[in-house]
């Protein structure tokens, strides 16, 4: 019998396959567009066209079969399963599952299912957003967390962020990144004191993960703790 193509490719050299936005932003260690974030073979295929702007500001949904495409060419070349480089594409989530024959994390936000379990009597998942304006019920929902209690701080006000990695600028200020993610945090701290774990949506966020963690001391889960789980659960 012959085997579909990517049932052949599975046979030799697997990997995790990341599906990237259309970008010009800088990817340092950390971030999940450089390969050196991770202890184990990734691939990276960008979507054309995805800008942050059609992905986040829009939730395009025309762009879906694109991401589509993207995934099988991953699938056939060997990929044993499928990340995104965007948290907001918690939106395509099921017809991305649907479409594709292999499992498919498409956002860190799938964690606030796992850090709910975490809560104490009280207590709300935090969540660091690249933009809150635009992470609505349709995209929580998307994934089945719409209804578990989350307080939720965006990165709107911070401008070396939103310059870099929603305005697609192609330099990064690293120390002053880091700390306006530190002031961030401290302000949904602030604001919301009866925050327990916090889920990084931005895929941009991990190399300033730790900082997060030293100054609120919670657990901080972000895109590279997802596909490192992943990976361990699909390697064969």
Known sequence: MTLP???KSLTKDPFMGILMLDTTFPR????????Q???????????KGATPERIVVQGDKAMIQPFVSAGRDLIREGAIALGTSCGFLALFHKALVAALPVPVFSSSLLQVHLAQTLLK????????????SCLNHEHLSAIGIADIPMAIQGM???PEFTRVFIGGQPTLDVDLCRRE???????LIKEHPAVGPI???CTNMPPFADAVRRVTKRP???ITTLLSSAWAGCRR
């Open 5 to 7: 193509p990517h049932k």
């Open 37 to 47: 974030t991770f202890d184990f073979p990734v691939r990276y295929r960008t979507v």
């Open 181 to 187: 993610m530190v002031s961030a945090a401290m302000h």
């Open 121 to 132: 009597d009280g207590q709300k998942v935090g969540v660091l957003t690249a933009r809150k």
């Open 220 to 222: 901080v889960f972000d």
């Open 156 to 158: 709107e006000n911070f």
């Open 28 to 35: 340092i260690i950390g971030d999940i567009g450089n390969p």
């Open 199 to 201: 889920v990084l949506e």
